[in-house]
C-alpha cells in the first residue's frame, strides 16, 4: 500500500501561483511516474499532468505553458507548480502512482476573484 500525503493548495485569485506538494512512502518514486488529476466541482476526475521516472513530462493542453511538475527523489516526492491560475482551475486535485491504486488525500484549489 502507497502512501500519498499532498499539501499546499489554497485560495487565490486568478493570475496567482500555487505550489502542490505529494510526498510518497512505501515505493520509491525513482522508478515510478507520477500523475496529477483535476476534479473540478460536479465533474470526473482528470489526468492533469505526469512525470516520468526520466524526468519527462506531459499535461493536459488545458494547463500546458501554465503548470509544471518535478520530482525530488531525494525527498520521494513530486510537486505541481500551478502558474497563472484561472476560475476553471478550481478543484480538488490528487496525487497518484501510476500502476497503483492508492491516492492522496485530495488538496482544494479555488481561484476566485
Known amino acids: 500500500q502507497v502512501q500519498l500525503v499532498q499539501s499546499g493548495g489554497g485560495l487565490v485569485q486568478p493570475g496567482e501561483s500555487l505550489r502542490l506538494s505529494c510526498a510518497v512512502s512505501r515505493i520509491n518514486i525513482r522508478v515510478n511516474a507520477v500523475e496529477w488529476y483535476h476534479q473540478a466541482p460536479g465533474k470526473e476526475r482528470e489526468l492533469v499532468a505526469s512525470i516520468a521516472p526520466n524526468y519527462e513530462a506531459t499535461y493536459d493542453m488545458s494547463v500546458k505553458g501554465r503548470f509544471t511538475i518535478s520530482r525530488d527523489n531525494t525527498q520521494n516526492t513530486v510537486y505541481l507548480q500551478m502558474n497563472n491560475l484561472k476560475p476553471e482551475d478550481t478543484g480538488v486535485y490528487y496525487c497518484?502512482?501510476?500502476?497503483?491504486?492508492?491516492w492522496g488525500q485530495g488538496t482544494q484549489v479555488t481561484v476566485s476573484p
Open positions: 497518484k502512482v501510476l500502476g497503483y491504486i492508492d
